[in-house]
């Protein structure tokens, strides 16, 4: 599996709920509330955990021209310093 090493912050999903909710029961904040996932994860990392945890044994290769993340340079997909962070880890979620 070719997979670039762009860095992401993946969040469950209930955690989404939880944050939106939150803000949507709140104070008007008149800007923006920026949540993310508490760790950030290589996608090539990302692919690595999410095969061990499926018994996969294919192997992950760094291609930095991989999929549309490929592209992507930085940390422009991961969460700002002043964001709120999720509690369920990638690891945790896929436990479930």
Request: charged residues 20%; without cysteine; proline residues 7%.
């Amino acid at each position: 599996m070719r997979l670039p090493a762009t860095p992401v912050q993946p969040m469950a999903s209930a955690d989404v709920a939880k944050a939106v909710a939150r803000v949507a029961v709140g104070a008007p904040r008149n800007g923006i509330q920026n949540v993310a996932g508490p760790e950030v994860l290589r996608l090539d990392e990302w692919g690595r955990v999410a095969l061990a945890a499926t018994g996969d044994t294919r192997t992950v290769v760094v291609d930095p021209t991989a999929g549309i993340f490929g592209v992507v340079r930085g940390d422009v997909l991961t969460a700002p310093r002043d964001a709120v962070l999720a509690t369920t880890s990638y690891r945790e979620w896929l436990a479930r």
